[in-house]
């Protein structure tokens, strides 16, 4: 289920800080992993002691726990951990959403329409779920779009949404913020997209350390 150089994102039971981490070996009996760092120190945990982590892998987003077995500075900093168990796979409902700024060309599906109305919006926050886009025209709840979605050093993704939100923004006027959730996403789509929000999540956690 899970492969070598997989990054992981760790969680300890008494705290609410992240750690980030990679699957460096697997065995039959137990799991190497990068040790975790916190500005620079390596993460207390004493052996035998259990911590909660995530992963993408397989397509899949996983959440999972394990127990610390040993622990190494030499020659390379390591946990040595149990295999993973209490797995479970991270359903849509509960995808992260954060926000960033991404192009998206929004084709609005009518078919009353002569020529599809093509628009270039950009996204308020996204998740594996849906998006959310802030633009002039007030669209209808259930409203089909077609969605390219342009991602930094990515594939440009392309997917049917269904509008389920519109709010007006408080703080300028004629302008509305629609939230969408995709209607029509393979996995193959979907991990690329949960790729790129927990990079994305990585990256803001290491900047903040």
């Known amino acids: 289920m899970f492969h070598i150089n ?14 980030t981490s990679r699957i460096e070996d697997i065995t039959d009996s137990y799991m190497i992993i990068a040790m975790p760092m916190s500005r620079g120190i ?22 999972f726990s394990c127990i610390l077995v ?3 500075l030499q020659p390379i900093p390591i946990w040595k951990v149990s295999l993973p168990f209490n797995i479970t796979r991270i359903q849509q409902r509960e995808f992260v959403r954060i926000h960033v700024m991404l192009s998206v060309v929004v084709n609005v599906i009518d078919p009353e329409l002569d020529s ?13 779920g849906g998006l959310q886009f802030a633009d002039r025209e007030k669209y209808q709840i259930g409203q089909k779009l077609q969605l390219t979605i ?3 050093n990515l594939d440009t993704i392309e997917v049917i949404g269904e509008v389920v939100r519109v709010d007006e923004s408080p703080d300028e006027p004629n302008l509305y913020f629609i939230s ?8 193959v789509r979907r991990c690329k997209i949960i790729q790129f929000v927990y990079k994305k999540q ?3 956690r290491n900047r903040d350390l």
């Open 6 to 19: 997989d990054r992981i994102e760790i969680s300890l039971l008494d705290s609410n800080e992240y750690f």
């Open 42 to 63: 390596p993460v207390y945990l004493s052996n035998n002691e259990t911590f909660l982590a995530k992963c993408v892998s397989q397509n899949q987003m996983y959440r």
């Open 70 to 72: 040993d622990k190494k």
């Open 116 to 128: 599809p109305e093509i628009i270039k919006v950009y996204t308020k926050d996204i998740s594996a």
């Open 150 to 152: 342009h991602f930094p």
């Open 180 to 187: 969408v959730r995709y209607a029509e996403l393979d996995e």
């Open 202 to 204: 990585l990256e803001s």
